[in-house]
């Protein structure tokens, strides 16, 4: 089935520097989704990722699909400690019944230090 | 506009039992779909509802079952609980593409 690998698995920095992560796979996606988990809550959408190339903006956060649609990156700038959380990349495989069945990558913990 | 909401927030079963979890679909959304959430682990998909029908399964035996309404909301059911399905159970509503996430159900099987 599809996977997606996501890197790191966790982040330690401090306030104010600036984030990147990543999400790749072996399958080609439609859409790539960018979400944030607070402990004991549900993933909260950040940003939403449609077209092969497109890069988008939410305030500090940047996200990227990639050209070979096997690929994203999120950047966050300017850390602040409520950026504090799991973030998860999640893919729409292109193939196949594609219903819309989200595939998530296994998350990146970030931990922001004041 | 109301967010997606799940109830209850915490269940504790007893293994063989059978419990059902409920969603709200935000207002306007069509599709819903069930996620398990394992301690330290990324979502997985178990089905997704549209306009009352079963429209896509996961990797997850019968004994997972679901029921979506006219109103576009959803139960998930799960038959004879064994202890591995003591996890965060999350239900999102789309209408097309971007999925919104409930705040989830926190199942535990003793």
């Known amino acids: 089935g599809q996977q997606l690998n996501q890197s790191p698995q966790s982040m330690f920095i401090q306030e104010g520097e600036d984030v990147s992560m990543n999400c790749t796979s072996s399958?080609?996606?439609?859409?790539w989704l960018w979400y944030k988990q607070d402990p004991g809550e549900g993933p909260v959408l950040l940003i939403a990722?449609?077209?092969?190339?497109e890069l988008t903006s939410n305030g500090r956060l940047t996200a990227q699909f990639g050209i070979t649609r096997k690929d994203s990156f999120l950047n966050i700038s300017a850390s602040i400690p409520s950026d504090v959380g799991i973030y998860f990349c999640?893919?729409?495989?292109?193939?196949?019944?594609?219903?819309?069945?989200?595939?998530f990558g296994q998350g990146t913990i970030l931990t922001v230090h004041p | 506009e109301t967010g997606v909401t799940q109830s209850p927030t915490h269940l504790i079963k007893t293994r063989g039992q059978q419990v059902t979890l409920r969603c709200s679909s935000q207002?306007?959304?069509?599709?819903v779909s069930w996620y398990q959430q394992a301690l330290g682990q990324g979502p997985q998909f178990i089905f997704q509802?549209?306009?009352?029908?079963?429209?896509g399964r996961g990797n997850f035996p019968p004994r997972f079952s679901g029921l979506q309404f006219p109103n576009y909301s959803s139960e998930l059911n799960v038959n004879a609980l064994e202890l591995d399905d003591s996890a965060l159970y999350l239900c999102?509503?789309?209408?097309?593409?971007?999925?919104?996430f409930g705040p989830g159900t926190r199942l535990t099987v003793t």
């Open positions: 207002s306007g959304h069509n599709t």
């Open positions: 990722l449609y077209k092969a190339g």
């Open positions: 999640a893919g729409i495989f292109a193939g196949g019944t594609s219903y819309g069945k989200l595939t």
């Open positions: 999102a509503s789309s209408l097309e593409g971007e999925q919104y």
């Open positions: 399958s080609i996606f439609n859409t």
């Open positions: 509802y549209y306009r009352e029908e079963e429209n």
